[in-house]
């Protein structure tokens, strides 16, 4: 998905030089569509790092509450 939105941005803004020179709709390739593209991968970066997030704090509770018992068991001898 982040590639596909990078080349995105990569070919609007080719398009939009070519375009700037010839008088076509430049304002669409260089301005509107990468500005689409950088939204669309600040969203997949925040996806991802909430998604990061999530795993890490999962992992984290995991880790204790198999860590818990242990020390219950410990403190029983």
């Known amino acids: 998905m982040a590639y596909s939105a990078g ?14 020179r010839a008088g076509g709709p430049w ?16 969203f997949i970066l925040r996806d991802h790092r909430r998604r990061e997030r999530a795993d890490s704090q999962c992992k984290h509770d995991s880790a204790s509450s198999s860590a818990e018992p242990d020390e219950s068991v410990s403190r029983d001898r």
């Open 27 to 42: 304002v669409l390739t260089l301005i509107v569509f990468p500005a689409c593209s950088l939204l669309c991968l600040a």
């Open 7 to 20: 080349i995105a941005l990569a070919t609007s803004v080719l398009s939009g030089e070519e375009d700037l």
